[in-house]
Structure formats: structure tokens, C-alpha cells
């Protein structure tokens, strides 16, 4: 069972850009669908973006789309989120979370599809 730690997140402003980081461990990560999800206070889990086990597609919601992009190093075994034109409403904890079992080009925008998650970091942004 692979283990995901989150890094990257912390406070900015409006318009700023910021990456983060998820890195895995004990498991094969290639053999993995991955994706980022985010709460913001008050509110459920949402999806972000995903990406296949191959890095070769992603998809984002319609939120973030143009301006968070996911991708994934499969040499190093970790996933990142390159967050651009940030707003107070992406303001959340950002999760990554690991989907076992899927298919080599499928991607997933549910979250009960996920096996394993990360603890999360928090992203305030401010106006």
C-alpha cells in the first residue's frame, strides 16, 4: 500500500502562483491513478484534477481549468499540482489521494475511487 505526504502548501495573496508536491511511498507508483482533491472550510471534498498512471492526460475541474495543472514524475515517484492566478475561493486543504486498480489511461474525479490519502496542506490565499 502506497503512502502519500503533501508539501508546498502555505499562505499567499491573490494572483500569486504556487506547486504543490506529493510524493509516494511503499508502493509501485506508476501503478497508480492519482488525483487532488480540496476542503475548504465548511464544505465537502471536491475534485481538482487527476491524471492517468502514465502522465499522459489530465483532467481538471472546471474551477481551477486554465489555471491549475497536474502532472506526475514517475521516476521520482511523485505527483504535483502547478496552482497559477490563485483566488480566495481556492482557499482549502489540498489532498493528493491514490487510486489502485485502474486502467493505464483512466482518470477519475471521485473520491470513494480512491484507496489512500494524504494528510493535506493548507492553502490560504488572501485578497
Known amino acids: 500500500q502506497v503512502q502519500l505526504v503533501e508539501s508546498g502548501g502555505g499562505s499567499v495573496q491573490a494572483g500569486e502562483s504556487l506547486r504543490l508536491s506529493c510524493v509516494a511511498s511503499?508502493?509501485?507508483?506508476?501503478?497508480?491513478?492519482m488525483g487532488w482533491f480540496r476542503q475548504a472550510p465548511g464544505k465537502e471534498r471536491d475534485f481538482v484534477a487527476a491524471i492517468n498512471r502514465y502522465g499522459y492526460g489530465g483532467d481538471a475541474a472546471e474551477s481551477v481549468k486554465g489555471r491549475f495543472t497536474v502532472s506526475r514524475d514517475n521516476i521520482k515517484n511523485t505527483l504535483y499540482l502547478q496552482m497559477n492566478s490563485l483566488k480566495p475561493d481556492d482557499t482549502a486543504v489540498y489532498f493528493c489521494?491514490?487510486?489502485?486498480?485502474?486502467?493505464?489511461?483512466?482518470?477519475?474525479?471521485?473520491?470513494?475511487?480512491?484507496?489512500?490519502w494524504g494528510q493535506g496542506t493548507q492553502v490560504p490565499v488572501s485578497s
Open positions: 489521494a491514490a487510486k489502485s486498480g485502474a486502467a493505464y489511461f483512466a482518470t477519475s474525479r471521485q473520491s470513494y475511487e480512491y484507496d489512500t
Open positions: 511503499g508502493g509501485a507508483f506508476r501503478d497508480y491513478a
